[in-house]
Nanobody, 123 residues
Framework: QLQLVESGGGLVQAGNSLRLSCAAS????????MGWFRQGPGAPGKERIF???????????YYTDSVKGRFTISRDNAKNKVFLQMNSLKPEDTARYFC?????????????WGQGTQVTVSS
């Protein structure tokens, strides 16, 4: 069982930056593709939207269109961590951000989820 713990969220003004971290334990981190998803304000059951993903080796990355050029996903397999650098933040980036792990890719439900970290961007 892989456990994922996110950190780094907070309240920032539009245009500023945040760096999210996700620490993994309890499994073989490098065996998983890693991703970030976000869940906007509203009911807890609201769908989690894909943001970014990185391959097991870190050689390939993929982003949803709305964050391309602003967000960067990276990973450190030696430290069992994945990161999301978020620059030029916008109010519409406000959401709870979740780290996820998949043994394949993210076409289906990830194998593991973290508990999330809140990001709030004020205008």
């Amino acid at each position: 069982q892989l456990q994922l713990v996110e950190s780094g969220g907070g309240l920032v003004q539009a245009g500023n930056s945040l760096r999210l971290s996700c620490a993994a334990s309890g499994g073989s981190f490098s065996s998983y593709a890693m991703g970030w998803f976000r869940q906007g304000p509203g009911a807890p059951g609201k769908e989690r939207i894909f943001v970014a993903a990185i391959s097991k080796t870190g050689n390939s990355t993929y982003y949803t269109d709305s964050v391309k050029g602003r967000f960067t996903i990276s990973r450190d397999n030696a430290k069992n961590k994945v990161f999301l650098q978020m620059n030029s933040l916008k109010p519409e980036d406000t959401a709870r951000y979740f780290c996820a792990a998949s043994s394949a890719w993210f076409y289906n439900e990830p194998d593991y989820w973290g508990q999330g970290t809140q990001v709030t961007v004020s205008s």
